[in-house]
């Protein structure tokens, strides 16, 4: 289908047990290198209405054939071999990145605020944060004068220092809703790199250039009968790890593209307690990806594992699950943490959980309450979320920070705004412990 010069074909389809996957290109002609193209709002739908919005839709520069390649995957399936669906683009879209300077005082931990006031952009706020004195926290909001904007102008700041682009730590996020429907960052730096002077901060944000509104639409036949041929089903029911009475792998399904397992847990918050995944298969080894879990049975977490076009998979071929870096979380350290004498002043108290030393920093900022958890010790994974007393009156802080598990960074940073008083206890609701180098192994076939 071509618009305005621009052609957007379909190339192949993948259908199996699992998913549903359209591979296609789109040719936009000649276009300069500070241009980026992107197919927008991609759904399927099948003659029932049934509708999916995807579970991931991409595109990549082909430079050899001068085109962007992309695919669109979601989990919906044909429910028999055959079945008619409709595939529809909202719309085709160029891009283009632009920069904005920011006269940022990374120095000081007060919040700064910045008018844009162009393409759609209204104003940035930004807070430094000081972390253990080798990183730099820039946690930021931003509002638009156009809503729309939000959809693609994935706002970040970017720091040069020498004219080159300091290099961002990993960690950090982008894209949370604020209190008042505001886009979040929350961005690390190399502190060793923020020097009196140096560097200099910019806003980096996308721009819309062209917009081919659709809808772009395409019927089509689609069949799983050969992907079928190929499935192979294995029930489980094994545990996770030795002793493990609270996740279980249950299932096993490999098609042609892919293998997935299905894990059955009973712990709490839904969480398996590995971090990373693989299967180790006829001598090589997949990374998984967490698909999660569906909302009609939130125990049920699918893993995936992406097979290559080589890799030959029989009913007799060894397959070896293997999770690394276990992550444990713990809710049964009760006892609230004594602030005493708030003030402006920085202060500190050190408390044991889970036999962990843990630092409490406090202090004050304007009309709002600071507390910062961090343990020396790399095992302590962190204190999730903070709490100020207890029962229906109690005070939930909120979180500046980001916490992963897994990420091997424990310091987190809550804000409690427009907080009376000088005194409080302050709770926390859980915390989990690292093991990076625990391993558990699997054997699933044979």
């Not at 989990?75 to 669906?85: C, F, H, L, N, S």
């Not at 120095?107 to 080798?134: C, H, R, Y």
């Not at 007393?389 to 427009?418: H, P, S």
């Amino acid at each position: 289908m071509t618009k305005d010069g621009v052609t957007l074909t379909l190339h192949t389809a993948i259908v199996d047990e699992n998913r549903t996957v359209i591979l296609y290109s789109l040719d936009v002609g000649d276009r300069p290198d500070s241009e980026s193209w992107n197919v927008d709002g991609l759904t399927l739908k099948d003659t029932a209405g049934n509708k999916s919005e995807g579970n991931h839709n991409s595109q990549q520069w082909d430079a050899q054939n001068q085109r962007y390649n992309g695919y669109f995957e979601t989990d919906w399936t044909p429910q028999q071999d055959t079945a008619k669906i409709t595939l529809t683009a909202d719309a085709v879209r160029s891009f283009s990145t632009l920069e904005q300077e920011l006269p940022l005082d990374s120095g000081s931990s007060a919040v700064q605020s910045f008018p844009i006031k162009k393409d759609g952009i209204n104003t940035i706020e930004v807070q430094p944060f000081s972390q253990n004195q080798d990183k730099l926290l820039l946690a930021s909001a931003v509002t638009f004068d156009e809503q729309e904007t939000n959809e693609w102008a994935n706002p970040r700041i970017v720091a040069y220092a020498d004219g080159k682009q300091v290099e961002e730590l990993s960690g950090g996020t982008f894209g949370k809703p604020g209190d008042n429907g505001e886009y979040t960052m929350q961005q690390y730096l190399e502190a060793k790199q923020i020097s009196p002077g140096q560097p200099t901060f910019k806003l980096q944000y996308t721009k819309l250039e062209r917009n081919l509104a659709g809808p772009w639409t395409f019927d089509l036949e689609l069949s799983k009968k050969q992907m079928e041929s190929g499935t192979i089903k294995t029930a489980l029911n094994v545990p996770l790890e030795t002793g493990d009475t609270l996740n279980s792998i249950e299932k096993m399904v490999v098609t042609p593209t892919q293998i997935r397992l299905s894990v059955r847990t009973k712990a709490d918050f839904y969480q398996l307690p590995y971090k990373k995944y693989y299967l180790e298969v006829n001598g090589k080894t997949l990374e998984g990806l967490f698909w999660g879990s569906s909302k009609e049975d939130p125990s049920l977490i699918t893993l995936s594992f992406e097979r290559p076009s080589d890799l030959v998979v029989d009913e007799q071929t060894p397959i070896t699950f293997v999770g690394k870096y276990k992550v444990t979380l713990h809710s049964d350290d009760r006892k609230p943490v004594l602030l005493t004498n708030i003030s402006q002043h920085k202060q500190t108290v050190t408390k044991q959980i889970g036999g962990y030393p843990v630092v409490w920093t406090y202090y004050m900022q304007d009309n709002d309450l600071f507390v910062e958890t961090e343990s020396v010790d790399p095992h302590f994974g962190g204190i999730n979320q903070t709490h100020i007393g207890l029962g229906k009156d109690r005070i939930i802080g909120k979180q500046v920070t980001a916490n992963f598990d897994g990420d091997g960074n424990n310091k987190a940073i809550d804000v409690y705004k427009n907080f009376k008083g000088d005194e409080a206890s302050i709770y926390s609701f859980y915390y989990s412990t690292d093991e990076p180098d625990k391993e558990t192994r699997v054997q699933l076939r044979p």
